[in-house]
């Protein structure tokens, strides 16, 4: 059973509340600080005085306490002090790398720290980007730039339902970002050095060693990532194979690692602690080598996360209580939110804490349930129990931010996971060997081959495509629905009484009433929207639960449309090419492409321009009489421009797919 009793179970859910509220309401410092002395007062005053009769004094007073800490540690965490810059303004920055983020295929990105702006001291964090060139090295970790550029914010997404990057970052205390040019950029010398910076060029050296080894480059992307958490090597097919077979897990050195290489240590240390004071001294050594393996693998959130997560769990081990899992667990969620409380948007944060969670509190459960008494069927058993109390952990999670499921992760977790450990010790020893340039040709081919078997084995999970799941709907509203069914679900399994039983069909039936509402809500729906999409233009037409696809390019089935689908609960789709003119009831809409032949003399609501058409923009306006104009991703951004100069003249209301995203088109009556 789960144990509340504990404080930090308690002030777990008070400061995940509190978080929230500080970040979605913005609640000011004023009145934090007003409202945190007079809490802290009243909640010793109720401690002291409280009667476990009557009214719960000390109960609202330590959930209100803990609600505005919650909102406090958000306060200081985000001081989003760049608010008082003005946007589009340039100023002459001072920076700090803080991360190297993975190049795309126009530029190279950092997250800085804004040390100085015009030669003031300045706090915030930022995005910092580069043109991508070969022939300029890449910044590293605590590396200063000075540079001069404009204040830019973080652009909303361009289509309908399509990942917000900015509201990403805007959780990870980021809102604007900075587009600099290599040739107007100076590095300063002699920055000062921080430990995040000594991890980062440790791993950069540890991979430079790596790549001189000789091993296949697919393997060498999946050994970086395995024991390092560097993933910019892993091509899309080996990253698509692991996602599909449910195992993408293994490439990000996660809970999953730092677990193994846990009882890896505890088997390791097993000897210390039959010393005088040994115990102590075995959990001091374990969970400084977690540490060590963290600096490594070059401290990045998610490692730090990890084995923050892990360091407490080795103390509970050491405690060697049940009971007390779960409120070391409790503790370290606390311990992590009040120094970093913006983890707590982080999916890998979020799937890690389910995951243990569901862990400690099922796998029991499951052990209860059956013990083989032959050897292998039982450590059988247990991995799967392990698997399938991870993923029911993380299901909620997994269907509301990737909208699939992999029917066959227990097949991928029963063949990987059970050597995973021995790959992760033969790796940290490849590592060592390798940085003591004695690595010898046999180990490497033996870990070569090794990482290669895997691939192999997780490939031919990942492309059972029948057992893949994919675009299921699934919104906020139904991952919280989600936990509430599997918590009454997991008590109804564990004892079968009527109490018991009237939660889960309860849950059953808020699923079947949400679903009512979500189709109820569909079925009336009727709109048109044009997306962005370079090269092309890319018309929706939504009719309740059915999409008809208008484009140029009918071969195609771009994102924006996929995400789209999912999104709207769309049942049924269908392609068309793009036609010419288009009537949504009173209105027309005239579509004007390459060819520049249109009719003279017709009137029209929507004027959309695409591929760059080469007309007299003036003499079109005057002709066609539109009431908006509307340019789309395929145009260049020149003719765009200058479009919208001549809308401006004749104030005519011009609207840039490039600049404002999408559009939707209005449907109703003149």
């Known amino acids: 059973m789960l144990h509340f009793n504990f404080v930090s179970i308690k002030m777990a859910p008070c400061l995940v509340a509190g978080i929230l509220l500080g970040f979605y309401l913005r609640v000011t410092y004023s009145v934090v600080l007003f409202l945190l002395p007079i809490l802290v007062f009243l909640l010793f005053l109720a401690m002291k005085k409280q009667s ?210 846990l009882l890896l240590l505890q088997f390791l240390f097993a000897p210390l602690a039959r010393l005088p004071k040994g115990k102590v001294l075995k959990l001091l050594v374990i969970v400084l080598s977690l540490w060590v393996y963290a600096f490594i693998a070059g401290l990045s959130p998610s490692i730090v996360r990890a084995v923050t997560m892990f360091s407490f769990l080795a103390y509970a081990m050491h405690l060697n209580r049940p009971t007390n899992t779960f409120n070391i667990m409790a503790l370290s969620l606390c311990f992590t939110l009040l120094l970093k409380p913006l983890f707590l948007f982080q999916v890998g944060f979020q799937m890690s804490y389910a995951a243990v969670f569901a862990i400690v509190w099922l796998y029991p459960k499951f052990k209860r349930f059956w013990t083989p008494e032959n050897f292998l069927i039982r450590k059988v058993w247990q991995l799967l129990s392990i698997s399938v109390s991870a993923q029911m952990g993380v299901l909620p999670i997994s269907l509301f931010y990737f909208h699939q499921f992999p029917a066959l992760f227990f097949v991928s977790n029963l063949l990987v996971v059970p050597f995973l450990g021995l790959l992760l010790g033969y790796g940290i020893l490849v590592i060592v060997l390798s940085l003591m340039d004695a690595l010898p040709n046999v180990l490497m081919q033996g870990y070569n081959l090794s990482i290669q078997g895997m691939n192999t084995i997780i490939g031919w999970v990942g492309q059972q495509e029948r057992f ?140 959309l321009l695409t591929q760059s058409t080469k007309i007299n923009i003036d003499r079109l306006l005057d002709s066609m009489k539109p009431k908006t104009v509307i340019a789309d991703g395929s145009n260049f951004t020149s003719f765009v421009k200058r479009w919208k100069a001549s809308c401006m003249k004749k104030n005519i209301p011009f609207h840039s797919t490039r600049e404002k995203g999408y559009f939707v088109f209005d449907m109703g009556s003149d």
């Open 468 to 607: 893949l799941i994919k675009e299921i709907p699934f919104d906020s509203v139904q991952l919280v629905l989600g936990y509430i069914f599997l918590i009454a679900l997991v008590r109804l399994l564990s004892k079968p009484k009527k109490k018991t039983f009237v939660p889960v069909t309860f849950g059953i039936l808020l699923f079947q009433l949400w679903g009512l509402w979500n189709q109820k809500q569909v079925s009336g729906k009727q709109s048109l929207i044009l997306g962005h999409q370079s090269k092309e233009t890319i018309l929706l037409h939504q009719q309740g639960n059915q999409l008809r696809f208008f484009s140029s390019d009918t071969t195609s089935f771009p994102t924006l449309a996929q995400n789209y689908l999912v999104a709207e609960r769309i049942k049924s789709v269908s392609k068309h090419p793009l036609q010419n003119s288009y009537d949504i009831g009173p209105k027309r809409i005239f579509v004007l492409d390459s060819s520049g032949i249109h009719p003279k003399g017709m009137h029209v609501d929507y004027l």
């Open 52 to 261: 476990r009769k009557g009214f719960p004094f000390f109960e609202l007073t330590f959930i209100l306490t803990f609600i505005t800490i919650g909102i406090f540690a958000m306060n200081l965490s985000n001081p989003n002090s760049l608010s008082n810059l003005q946007d589009d303004v340039s100023y002459t920055w001072v920076l700090k790398i803080k991360e190297v983020l993975k190049p795309n295929s126009y530029s190279r990105r950092y997250v800085a720290q804004v040390m100085l702006t015009d030669n003031e001291p300045q706090q915030g964090k930022l995005i910092l980007s580069f043109p991508r060139n070969p022939i300029k090295n890449n910044l590293n970790v605590d590396d200063e730039v000075v540079l001069s550029s404009p204040l830019l914010k973080i652009q909303p997404p361009r289509n309908p339902h399509q990942f917000d990057y900015r509201a990403y970052l805007e959780k990870q205390g980021i809102q604007h970002q900075l587009k600099g040019q290599w040739e107007f950029m100076v590095v300063r010398d002699a920055p000062s050095r921080t430990l995040m910076g000594y991890a980062a060029e440790f791993r950069n050296h540890i991979i430079s060693k790596l790549r001189k080894e000789g091993f296949g480059t697919e393997e060498l992307g999946v050994i970086q990532a395995l024991l390092l958490g560097y993933r910019d090597a892993i091509s899309a097919d080996i990253y698509d194979n692991y996602k599909n077979a449910g195992a993408v897990h293994i490439l990000a050195v996660s809970g999953l690692h730092v677990g193994i290489l």
